[in-house]
């Protein structure tokens, strides 16, 4: 069984910035990705960035230049620097773990709340 445990979220103002955290822990192989989503009120979950083991990254074109996704493999845990944040930003963000067998873990969310 695989856990993931966000951390990191919060209120910041707008062109403020935060750094999410994901930690994965328990039966951890076989990795592909890993990658951050978010889902604001009345929308559905969208990707946000994605990490492949190979060390590939993604984006959504709304977040590009502002967040960054790193990964640090040796404590299995994935990062989201998140930049010049704007209110359209809110939501609450998730961490996804896939596997090459077509596993998907998450995490259970940390709240982003961008405001002044």
């Known amino acids: 069984q695989v856990q993931l445990v966000e951390s990191g979220g919060g209120l910041v103002e707008p062109g403020g910035s935060l750094r999410l955290s994901c930690a994965a822990s328990?039966?951890?192989?076989?990795?592909?990705?890993m990658a951050w989503y978010r889902q604001a009120p009345g929308k559905q979950r969208e990707l946000v960035a994605v990490?492949?083991?190979?060390?590939?990254?993604n984006y959504a074109d709304s977040v590009k230049g502002r967040f960054t996704i790193s990964r640090d493999n040796a404590k299995s845990t994935v990062y989201l620097q998140m930049n010049n944040l704007k209110p359209e930003d809110t939501a609450v963000y998730y961490c996804?773990?896939?596997?090459?067998?077509?596993?998907?873990?998450w995490g259970q969310g940390t709240q982003v709340t961008v405001s002044s």
């Open positions: 990490s492949t083991i190979g060390g590939r990254t």
């Open positions: 328990g039966s951890i192989s076989n990795i592909y990705a």
């Open positions: 996804n773990l896939a596997t090459w067998d077509g596993q998907a873990y």
